[in-house]
């Protein structure tokens, strides 16, 4: 077993009807034996989540949802709690995808307290972070990076920490055909692990999973996968297409 086995999540965003979602997960399941080693999670839109649920029952592609509400239960009107998320046969939710940060204005304080809700209720948190253009151009990565994972993962405990996924990604990469330089992705998963050491201790960072996202493909992920830091890949387009979506995780496989 490596220390850290490799996880590949395809975020299917708001797109695929219930027949093709249901499709897509049948194909991944008869299809697993391609990236054994790899964990696998499909993250579908919530409406769909049983459907999809029920194409993976028996198999160990994991479910994910795309977003959790912080409060178990209540007057919020559109929302999901994690434990409505866990009732459903889910075992991880992306928290503070960009698109998320940026459409609804979710602030790092905001997916601290959704990632300490998601934990409580037994979820593996998918936490994802990542610079702006601007803000890399501006040679601020280091520092956005480093405040978002600290203020995301606040108050966390170690056995927490390290039940986590990172998720490593650079705002412009996503949906844009720009991905990150293996070079960078590495560098900022290095740091992230670093500062995870600082937030738990440097055995636990040393466990955590941290994902690259960002226009991650078939034919660019070979790279992306040799770094040491990269353990695996939060996919956004390329999980669309159940080829791609292997062919990702199978470069993840280790021998
Ligand atoms: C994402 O939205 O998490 C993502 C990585 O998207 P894409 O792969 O399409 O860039």
């Known amino acids: 077993m490596p220390a850290r086995p490799p996880i590949v999540a395809g975020n299917w965003k ?3 009807d ?5 499709a897509l997960a049948a194909t991944a399941v008869a299809r697993r034996h391609e990236a054994a080693s790899t964990e696998l999670v499909l993250c ?3 409406v769909y989540l049983d459907t999809v649920g029920a194409a993976l029952a028996g198999s160990d592609i994991g479910l994910g949802a795309q977003n959790a509400h912080d409060k178990p239960s209540g007057a919020f009107t559109g929302e999901v709690a994690s434990a409505m998320l866990v009732d459903v046969g889910c075992r991880y939710v992306i928290l503070g995808h960009s698109e998320r940060r940026t459409l609804c204005g979710e602030t790092d304080a905001v997916v601290n307290q959704k990632t300490k809700a998601a934990l409580a ?3 593996v948190p998918i936490v994802c972070v990542g610079e702006t253009l601007e803000e890399r151009e501006a040679g601020r990565t280091t ?3 480093a405040t978002q994972v600290r203020g995301s ?3 966390l405990s170690p056995e927490h920490i390290e039940k986590l996924v990172v998720a490593y990604e650079p705002v412009w990469a996503i949906g844009t055909g720009k991905v990150a330089t293996p070079a960078q992705a590495q560098e900022v998963h290095a740091l992230i692990r670093r500062i995870l050491g600082e937030l738990a201790t440097p055995a636990v960072a040393n466990r955590v999973r941290i994902q690259y996202g960002g226009s991650v493909k078939p034919d660019n992920v070979a790279d992306l996968a040799a770094q040491p830091d990269i353990d ?3 996919v956004g387009g390329a999980s669309l297409k159940a080829d791609d979506f292997l062919a990702i995780a199978k470069a993840f496989a280790r021998a």
């Open 18 to 22: 219930r027949a093709q979602g249901r």
């Open 121 to 123: 209720a037994g979820l």
């Open 14 to 16: 708001m797109n695929l």
């Open 153 to 155: 993962l606040a108050g």
């Open 232 to 234: 695996g890949a939060l």
């Open 44 to 46: 579908p839109p919530a």
């Open 143 to 145: 520092d956005v990076v």
